[in-house]
């Protein structure tokens, strides 16, 4: 049999772990899942398809071609293709991907930049010589920790677009790390802060994740707002 190596594919087979998705599409025509087998082989291949979208390289997958080739694998089916079509096949998705990735991270850039101006002029706002943009929402006491503290916060992170992407709030817990454990608008943010305070930033994608975004949610030179609440400098 073919084996072939897809080093960005790490999947995780715990089914407990999988969390029930909403269904924004009628189902497609399929096995009736009427029996152990073939539901446990359908939560399978949820968690690959979720874990996929995790990972980022959901985009340009067919997903019939997809479960053809897993079919032809676990039969024991040679395959149809050569190794040779099959390398050529990821350099060409590869080269496609990185130019749509080039022309999102630009068009992006352009909209990240152009709210950031208007941003900028807004009452209560202030701007860094790093480009960190942001309002106190309520003042602190005691000392600002420094790059070395650890700190613990609550925060909720939000898209120019208002989707929430990250949560503490939602979760239910604070977080606690490093100060100069974060992306750079964070470390730059929780210095000018005091226990107690609350702050909204908006982050340049050049102080957050760039051009390479984050995960499936953070696409590339994203402008990144936060509400960050700084509840203690841990001990």
């Known amino acids: 049999m073919l084996r072939l190596s897809l080093p960005a594919l790490a999947v995780a087979l715990a089914l407990p ?4 998705l909403a269904q924004s ?6 096995p009736a899942l009427e029996s ?5 082989s359908y939560g399978l291949g949820l968690q690959i398809g979720q ?3 995790q990972q980022g390289i959901d985009n340009g997958l067919d997903p019939e ?3 053809l080739g897993i079919r032809d694998f676990l039969s024991d089916t040679d395959p149809r293709l050569t190794m040779e079509e099959v390398q050529a096949a990821y350099v060409a998705m590869q080269q496609a991907l990185a130019e749509q990735q080039q022309a999102v991270a630009a068009e992006a850039l352009v909209a990240g930049e152009a709210f950031l101006a208007e ?3 807004v009452e209560g706002v202030t701007v860094t010589d790093s480009g960190l943009q942001y309002k106190v929402i309520k003042e602190g006491e005691g000392e600002s920790p420094g790059a070395e503290d650890t700190v613990k916060v609550d925060y909720e992170g939000r898209l120019l677009s208002g989707s929430v992407f990250d949560s503490s709030y939602a979760r239910g817990e ?7 454990q974060v992306i750079a608008g964070w470390t730059e943010a929780l210095q000018l802060m005091k226990p107690g ?3 909204e930033v908006w982050l340049h994608p050049s102080i957050a994740y760039g051009e390479r975004g984050a995960g499936g949610d953070i696409g590339p030179n994203e402008v990144l707002n936060f509400r960050i609440e700084l509840i203690e400098i841990v001990e």
């Open 17 to 20: 772990a999988l969390p029930v």
């Open 25 to 30: 599409e009628t189902p497609a025509e399929g």
């Open 36 to 40: 152990v087998e073939s539901r446990y």
């Open 51 to 53: 874990t996929l979208r």
């Open 65 to 67: 071609a997809f479960a």
């Open 119 to 121: 941003n900028a002029t």
């Open 174 to 180: 604070p977080a606690e790390f490093g100060v100069g």
């Open 197 to 199: 305070g609350v702050l």
